[in-house]
């Protein structure tokens, strides 16, 4: 597709269990940027990869989450002994990796853990 | 910590109207954008600002970066039910960072 994709684009989730979220960045873009979201709120950043430099882990909120974007493309980010503050949109963007230009986003993955 | 701060919080008005939103930050960027987000989508890119005192028109939307680059303004006339959406400003703070700044977002309700 020509947009950036995300799944699942729900998910319900036990408290403590594992979840995974996928996302598809637009063919091409070399930055792939992971935000939350709260209902109604701006966006937190999570987490950056930029080409094959080191990712920019700076806004995970603690050692549960990870990220992995494998081969300069598609990005999982995981979610260990998921809490239920951990309920949220989860935002995939992509870009040509300058922070002046447009981030194009997927329509997110609601999480709901219960 | 660089922060957005937007205002209002929440807006509902009736269609016809005009509204002002207002993003500030005691920081200077070197552009900022503005994102318009409907219900169960992304946010989508609506202008960038780069100059001091810039000024964009998008149809009913006016859009200004302040003089000093550190607070910008969305203007709409006559809104419509289309309007209806969460605005969001995003900052460049430049450097060697690429990550924008998100602001923490205006509820716009436009009732018909």
């Known amino acids: 597709g020509a947009g950036v994709s995300q799944s699942p684009s729900n998910k319900v989730t036990e408290k403590g269990k594992d979840v995974e979220l996928r996302c598809d960045p637009i063919s091409g873009h070399t930055a792939l940027y992971w935000y939350r979201q709260s209902l109604g709120q701006g966006l937190e950043f999570l987490i950056y990869f930029q080409g094959n430099s080191a990712p920019d882990k700076s806004g995970l909120p603690s050692d549960r989450f990870s990220a992995e974007r494998t081969g300069g493309s598609v990005s999982t980010l995981t979610i260990q002994r998921t809490q239920q503050e951990d309920s949220a949109v989860y935002l995939c963007?992509?870009?040509?990796?300058?922070?002046?230009?447009?981030?194009?986003f997927g329509p997110g993955t609601r999480l709901t853990v219960t | 910590t660089q922060l957005l701060e937007q205002s209002p919080q929440f807006l509902s008005i009736q269609e016809g109207e005009n509204l002002t939103v207002y993003c500030n930050s005691s920081?200077?960027?070197?552009?900022l954008q503005w994102y318009r987000q409907e219900p169960g989508e992304g946010p989508v890119l609506l202008v960038t600002v780069v100059t001091g005192g810039e000024v964009k028109k998008l149809k009913r939307l006016t859009f200004q970066f302040g003089d000093a680059r550190k607070d910008s303004s969305l203007h709409i006339t006559a809104a419509q039910p289309g309007d209806t959406g969460l605005y969001l400003c995003a900052a460049d703070p430049g450097g060697a960072t690429n990550k924008l700044i998100f602001g923490t977002g205006t509820l716009l309700a436009v009732q018909p």
């Open positions: 963007a992509s870009s040509y990796g300058l922070a002046g230009v447009e981030q194009y």
């Open positions: 920081s200077v960027f070197s552009s």
